[in-house]
Every structure is written in C-alpha cells, then in structure tokens.
T-cell receptor, first 116, second 112 residues
Framework: SQTIHQWPATLVQPVGSPLSLECTVEGTSNPNLYWYRQAAGRGLQLLFYSVGIGQISSEVPQNLSASRPQDRQFILSSKKLLLSDSGFYLC???????????????FGPGTRLLVL | AQSVTQLDSHVSVSEGTPVLLRCNYSSSYSPSLFWYVQHPNKGLQLLLK??????LVKGINGFEAEFKKSETSFHLTKPSAHMSDAAEYFCVVSDSDYKLSFGAGTTVTVRA
C-alpha cells in the first residue's frame, strides 16, 4: 500500500530564516505530487505541483519554491521566511494521469509552520 | 474554471441525529467531486468520490453523498452522527488532471 510522509510535523522559525519541508511517498512510482497551504480558518490553496522529476509548476507567486530531486520526494523551500508564511502545509500525491482521467489525491499528515 | 461553495461554515448536531453538509459546484466540464474530512492538526482523509458512475456515492464511516447535476449539488449526509465525526469537512471539485478546487470547509460539532 502507499504511504505519504511529511516532516517535520511542527516547526517554529524566525522571520528571515530559511525553510525546508520534505515530503516522501512510498509504494508507488511516478506519482503526481502537490504542495498546499492551509491558513487558519481558510480552505486549501495549491502552491506547487509536479508531474515528474525536475518538473515543477507554480500556482501562486510568492517567496516559496519547490523541488523534486527524486521520483517520490518533494521539497518546499524558502530563502527568507515572512510572517505571512505561517500556516499548515500539506503534501499530496496522486496516480499519474492517463487518457485525461480525473485523479484522487491523497494527503500527508501536514507540517504546522509558525513564523515569529 | 471550477469552483465550490459550501453553504454552511458550521453545523452542530446531537449525537445519533442526521448530518447534512451542503455543497454546490460550478464546472465547465463533467466534474469529479470529492468529500474530505480533516480532524484537528491532521491531514485530509478521503471520505468518498463521484466520478460519473452512480449518482449516490457511499463512503467510509457511514457517509454518503448524492450528485445532482440539475442542481449542481453534491451534499454529504450521514443518518446518525457519532462523536468521532466532529471535524472539518471539505467539498472538492476536479475537472482537470492535476488541480482541485476546495470549498472553504464546514466545521461539524457533535453534542452528547
């Protein structure tokens, strides 16, 4: 069966410090991978998605970036954190699409980031 | 472009009574629709999904949802609420391979 891991679970960082959040998926190959942010009391906002190694699409301009160095690894980074980067970050995966089929996304446990 | 409206930001029910969470969507295509549940400080768990098969979809934990194209609705129901159902619920629409649109969420509280 497939599992998705995120770490760290919780992170407190000062403004201006760098960020690296990691997401890994087990039990599947060539998944689509996604990063979402959930601000307090709000829905989920798609930040990045990736359909393959080295292929990153950005949905929202911001000071965050994403990388996919390996097939089942997805990293969210920042060089300098802002207060507004605080939130709950969720990674998700789905089976790679074929023939235009819709996909179901499966979510990781999330990382709570607090920027002070 | 697709969008989702969850009509209730908060629903409060007594344990053992029915739960109804309302969702309306708009989509340019024949959509896939999902309901996810999120317990505090946890990730999202898939409850059920509709992908153009039967219009009444049964999910986990006794939940079900009915797709009504004429009303562009996908309401979630459960006949008897349990204390463990207290959580936030998201209605989600997908009409492309990679992107989901989330509703703002409905918080469910269950009274003993």
């Amino acid at each position: 069966s497939q599992t998705i891991h995120q770490w760290p679970a919780t992170l407190v960082q000062p403004v201006g410090s760098p960020l690296s959040l990691e997401c890994t998926v087990e039990g599947t190959s060539n998944p689509n991978l996604y990063w979402y942010r959930q601000a307090a009391g709000r829905g989920l906002q798609l930040l990045f998605y990736s359909v393959g190694i080295g292929q990153i699409s950005s949905e929202v301009p911001q000071n965050l970036s994403a990388s996919r160095p390996q097939d089942r690894q997805f990293i969210l980074s920042s060089k300098k954190l802002l207060l507004s980067d605080s939130g709950f970050y969720l990674c998700a995966w789905s089976v790679g699409a074929s023939g235009g089929l819709q996909e179901t996304q499966y979510f990781g446990p999330g990382t709570r980031l607090l920027v002070l | 472009a697709q969008s989702v409206t969850q009509l209730d930001s908060h629903v409060s029910v007594s344990e053992g009574t029915p739960v109804l969470l309302r969702c309306n969507y708009s989509s340019s295509y024949s959509p896939s629709l999902f309901w996810y549940v999120q317990h505090p400080n946890k990730g999202l768990q898939l409850l059920l999904k509709y992908t153009s098969a039967a219009t009444l979809v049964k999910g986990i934990n006794g939940f079900e949802a009915e797709f009504k194209k004429s009303e562009t609705s996908f309401h979630l129901t459960k006949p008897s609420a349990h204390m463990s159902d207290a959580a936030e619920y998201f209605c989600v629409v997908s009409d492309s391979d990679y992107k989901l649109s989330f509703g703002a969420g409905t918080t469910v509280t269950v009274r003993a």
